[in-house]
DNA sequence: AATGAATGAGAATTCATTCAT
DNA sequence: TATGAATGAATTCTCATTCAT
């Protein structure tokens, strides 16, 4: 009995721990799956929490301004993830093609998990131009390291300056995600996402190329 | 007394005519302005007649449904004038190249001159899908008939058939609208916008040999 | 039958014309009455709409800002109504204990009349210190004005610089209210009203003579 | 173990001891603080925990009402304190004046240390009408002490019957309260705050004479 | 005893839409 | 036709209060 008890104690109070980021995720999956739903202006804090089945008071709590919050919160934490997904260390001569391949695949994995939150995040940025900034900042800082990296071990690569070099990768990622948004989110003009990817992957190539000599 | 109301109706009826196609422009001129300014959630029907200066009874007179109507019926006429403006009866086999920059300066001025509008477009289709299945169904239409006209003119897409040739034209064209877009509404990812009309003319070339072979 | 609809047009126009002021006044009555029976802050403008029998939109149409617009007109108009109806021109030599006597009466039936409001302006200048500012310059302007009229006028008077008779007057303006507050919207600690009046009185002469040797 | 259960008891409650009336005199401070800066309505109890570094949980405990429990009890404790400031046994006829002077000395420290729950006080009476009843009756038994011990010392104050003196001590008492809340809490309308305890000093004396005649 | 997560009623405010004039 | 006053449902956000840990 008191061992039992014990048990519990110990995970009730794990339980406790976990519910903060649990209640957090939870916000997160519900409100970017209703703005899947009925988009973003028709999505209140009020229906995030019903949809929960959690309090109006609780999103409050985690998220002080509200909708703009759980946008900025989850751009915070996703961005670092993503990027931190992306193993820039083992990239050399030889697996450029194939990390490119995997770069491309990431993004579109990740438009495809998060099109709710892509969603919000364009809507956002409309009424709030510090996050475009922040997004900004966070890209480059990830393609600068990109591009000290891969001039370190790649002899074409260090043919180009680094500026011009991440300069290159800013246009072709975003490039990328011009084009994962609108067929993703606003229209599926490619037959199958495979034939989205493979293309992608060949854009890659045709803009490295180009983006050099102009 | 007869002739001077006779007469009066064909002046206010002048006049009338004359009003209601300004102050629909002015609706839409106030809407899309306001659009950019403070975001499509945050521009409401009150304040475009506000900052209009007409009264919000007249904007539900000619847009019943409100925003709704306005995005839509600006969509109907806008489509249909910009596919007017292509003339595709002098295409030839000598002058495609520069048809098709032609056709690209032409979508970007449009999307400059639109981006109240688009945004708008956007942020509507996400609770109206019909809006987007409408855009489809235009955009069909005008590269059908721009792929029979190039057929017949043309030994080379003659060698393509009809049907892969719409499909290539309509995937050539959401790419360049979803470029577009991110340059002009999100983020510019280019230096200038000469840079990105040159990169999106030689993207063309680019995909219309891709997409030929996949 | 048409003479009939000739007259309804005419009270209906007139009654439509009258209504806006006629809500204005409404929304004050309430609101202030409300203020009374619960406090400020338990008084919210749905309460107000509530009672009044009118939608809390009419309420933001005529007070953009809710609650403190409501306090920040009502005192705009009944300050200027206030010292409007105090009659400066009249005084001379021989009525100035009168005038004294009026002043305070006018005084004590304006706290009388607006206690709702008087609770209300005190609540509100905690979180608006503009209020207070605004309400310093009405009290300062006509006071000066009323000093440059006494010092035309009598000898007495006469003796005291502009200035100085003017602090004076600001001063015992100011305990007036301070005593006629305390006792009306605090606790009543004269047993009468008239013991409240009558002794405001005397202080006043009290005052006047304090202030000039001090 | 025993022993050392002990021990540790007797230490914790001393620490304890201290601790809460520490906690408690804390969430005075910090309450009446924030009172001042953002108005009573403005300040909640979780600003107060927020601002004060404890949980809100503890400002619970020992204020099971919240905001009226902490104005009720500082309310109890600070008029009891105040009271028992005022040394009523050494009054004799002699020093009747400097003890007014002392007396209305006290008041202004007493207003000046005390805004914050001076406004709070004034805020929550408009909802707790049994606040003002306790505030009345303690005024009324010192009151009636202080007329008391006058009647056994001084020879002028034996002329007038306790009742009367109660009554008159108490007007003067609000009178003063009423002036040093409105040039402190409301609008500074004496130059300094020499100027205006020097006028208490000798509106006091006017009134004496006044209330005694009336 | 102390904590602070959680609750949800309710306050402030906006906005699409109607309708009398 | 044109106006704009009026509506009230819906949204954002706050705050007193409870309760599990």
Redesign the interface.
């Known amino acids: 009995m008191s061992n039992c008890s014990f048990i519990i104690t110990i995970m009730s109070h794990k339980k406790f721990s976990r519910n903060k980021q649990e209640k957090i995720d939870l916000i997160y999956k519900t409100f970017f799956t209703l703005i899947l739903k ?5 999505t209140s804090t009020n229906h995030v929490a019903k949809s929960a089945k959690i309090s109006i008071g609780t999103i409050y709590k985690y998220f002080p301004k509200g909708k703009e919050d759980i946008i900025r919160k989850y751009f915070e934490e996703s961005m670092k993830n993503f990027f931190e997904r992306i193993d820039l260390i083992s990239i050399n001569n030889e697996n450029i093609r194939e990390f490119l391949n995997h770069f491309i695949l990431e993004l579109y994995k990740n438009h495809l998990e998060n099109k709710g939150y892509i ?1 919000a995040f ?2 956002a ?3 709030d131009k510090n996050l ?1 900034k922040s ?2 900042e966070e890209v480059f800082t990830f393609f600068k390291d990109m591009a000290q990296k891969l001039r370190k071990t790649n002899e074409s690569f260090k043919q180009v300056p680094e500026d011009k070099l991440v300069e290159m990768f ?2 072709i990622y ?2 990328i ?3 994962l ?3 993703l989110s ?2 599926e ?2 037959d199958t996402n495979e ?1 989205l990817v ?2 992608l992957s ?2 890659v190539i ?1 803009c490295l190329n ?1 983006l050099r000599k ?1």
Chains 1, 2, 3, 4 share one sequence.
Not at 38 to 42: M, S, V
Request: glycine residues 2%; charged residues 15%; aromatic residues 20%.
């Open positions: 009925r988009g973003y202006h028709k969603i364009r809507s940025i409309q009424s475009l997004q900004k800013i246009i975003n490039l995600n011009a084009i948004y609108h067929h606003i229209m003009f490619f034939k493979n293309f060949n854009l045709f180009y102009n």
